[in-house]
Antibody
Framework: EVQLVESGGGLVQPGGSLRLSCAAS????????MTWVRQAPGKGLEWVAS????????FYVDSVKGRFAISRDNAQNSLFLEMNSLGAEDTAVYYC????????????????WGRGTLVTVTS | DIQMTQSPSSLSASVGDRITITCQAS??????LHWYQQKPGKAPNLLIS???KLETGVPSRFSASGSGTHFTFTIASLQPEDIATYYC?????????FGQGTKVEIK
């Protein structure tokens, strides 16, 4: 089955860190750009970060630059998001998503989503 | 960043009604506009890509059109299973940005 399964969410104090993981299965993970999208409780969707197929390029929304790091392990079919200096504004469900294309260049939209993992930043 | 503005933010309609959602981009995005459906408690699901291309398996009652800055999404005959929030998303410029969503309810 083609799927993405996130893990690693939970409660964290302001200023803390968390590492999210995403396990991919059912498709050739290394052929796809991968992305994290988040959704604050009751709010809309926000693109967070993307990584090229081979991990050599990464892109971030301005609000997380310098605090979050996206990475991948193609041998383990896994995507990661290292989150540091967390604040209340980072509270959200974080979705692992797959770019639609097999191309070298991302299309920047997404055809496969995981169920998400909830990150709650609170004291 | 490209701002995507959807309207209405919510709507209530009867089963069988035709409903239309609009999405306005703050600048020309050609046809790099995509529509997602998010059912309550679930992840979003891509319905329509590149302004008007229905994804495989999506019922034909869903359609969309537009280019440039103005886009529309239509459900020809609303069904109970269409209860969801619908989002547009542009992919022409980084960062990819989403509309704020349109919540569709049954009257």
């Amino acid at each position: 089955e083609v799927q993405l399964v996130e893990s690693g969410g939970g409660l964290v104090q302001p200023g803390g860190s968390l590492r999210l993981s995403c396990a991919a299965s059912g498709f050739t993970f290394s052929n796809y750009w991968m992305t994290w999208v988040r959704q604050a409780p009751g709010k809309g969707l926000e693109w967070v970060a993307s990584i090229k197929r081979d991990g050599t390029q990464t892109f971030y929304v301005d609000s997380v630059k310098g605090r979050f790091a996206i990475s991948r392990d193609n041998a383990q079919n896994s995507l990661f998001l290292e989150m540091n200096s967390l604040g209340a504004e980072d509270t959200a469900v974080y979705y692992c998503v797959r770019d639609v294309t097999l191309s070298v260049v991302s299309r920047w939209y997404f055809d496969l989503w995981g169920r998400g993992t909830l990150v709650t930043v609170t004291s | 960043d490209i701002q995507m503005t959807q309207s209405p933010s919510s709507l209530s309609a009867s089963v069988g009604d035709r409903i239309t959602i609009t999405c306005q981009a703050s600048q020309d995005i050609s046809e790099y506009l995509h529509w997602y459906q998010q059912k309550p408690g679930k992840a979003p699901n891509l319905l329509i890509s590149d302004a008007s291309k229905l994804e495989t398996g999506v019922p034909s009652r869903f359609s969309a059109s537009g280019s440039g800055t103005h886009f529309t999404f239509t459900i020809a005959s609303l069904q109970p299973e269409d209860i969801a929030t619908y989002y547009c998303q542009q992919s022409d410029y980084l960062p990819p940005t989403f509309g704020q969503g349109t919540k569709v309810e049954i009257k």
